[in-house]
């Protein structure tokens, strides 16, 4: 074989390997396009139900906060302010 020949062959190959390499990336670029698109309508309808369940809970929790938390609260209050009231009666009677 002469070094022409050699050459050729050479220039032939990596223009065979560039043509699969193009078209891997054409491939690939065609891969990502598909995943973003399926991720933008995926995604949608997560955000749409992740929305729906907060406004839940923030109405779970002003429910219990109006409901449970603040009588506690105010009953706990009282009970304070009564205690305090009965030890000062205590105190004034020694």
């Known amino acids: 074989m ?4 050699i050459r050729d062959l050479a220039i032939i190959l990596l223009a065979v390997e560039s043509l699969l ?3 891997v ?4 670029v065609w891969q990502m396009a598909s995943l973003s698109r399926m991720l933008r309508q995926e995604i949608k309808p997560i955000l749409e ?3 729906e369940t907060m406004g839940s809970v923030r109405g779970t929790t002003t429910l219990i906060s109006e409901t449970v ?5 105010r009953t706990a209050g009282v009970i304070t302010a009564l205690g305090v ?8 009677r020694k």
């Open 49 to 51: 139900s992740v929305r």
């Open 85 to 92: 009231l009965l030890r000062l009666l205590r105190r004034g």
């Open 25 to 28: 990336l054409i491939l690939l």
């Open 2 to 5: 002469s070094l022409a020949t």
């Open 69 to 73: 938390v603040a009588p506690l609260a």
């Open 21 to 23: 390499v193009g078209v």
